[in-house]
């Protein structure tokens, strides 16, 4: 989930304003209004994990929202990184898309290397090749997406 998203959920559960989420989270409206911001704004700013891990307690929203599986759930405030191996070491095409689309492609491939690392010797060279096919279709269907 886009912390875009996550953020906007918090305030429509709760009826909450702007300032009454940043006065929650501890931070100035300036900076929640910079977490907010599209992604390629040049103001935008990345939410801290401990952000996102009071929006895990307080609102129960999750990184993982919107994927196949709760990936995050013993830790709603996981980071990017170990988010992207869990979904890579599974291998699930819809979420590895998803994870693309909100993380960027090329953030999710320089996080192969490292998921590969943490399964089985015996399950390797699988993995890598159906990685590198999942990937290379997603960034076929992005550059589609993107020249029409």
């Not at 900076?31 to 009071?54: H, I, N, Q």
């Not at 979420?95 to 693309?100: A, F, K």
């Not at 999710?108 to 089985?120: N, T």
């Amino acid at each position: 989930m886009k912390q875009q998203d996550a953020l906007r959920q918090a305030m429509r559960q709760a009826a909450q304003t702007r300032a009454q989420l940043a006065a929650i989270l501890g931070v100035s409206q300036r900076a929640l209004d910079k977490w907010l911001l599209p992604d390629a704004s040049g103001d935008f700013r990345r939410m801290p994990e401990t952000a996102w891990r009071l929006l895990g307690n307080q609102y129960g929203i999750r990184k993982s929202e919107g994927l196949s599986m709760p990936y995050d759930w013993p830790n709603p405030g996981m980071a990017d990184d170990a988010l992207i191996i869990s979904v890579l070491r599974r291998a699930n095409f819809p979420d590895l898309v998803r994870l693309c689309a909100d993380l960027g492609l090329d953030t999710v491939r320089s996080k192969v290397d490292a998921a590969l690392s943490v399964v089985p010797e015996s399950e390797r060279n699988i993995l890598a090749r159906i990685l590198t096919r999942m990937l290379r279709s997603i960034d076929i269907a992005f550059n589609q997406r993107h020249a029409a």
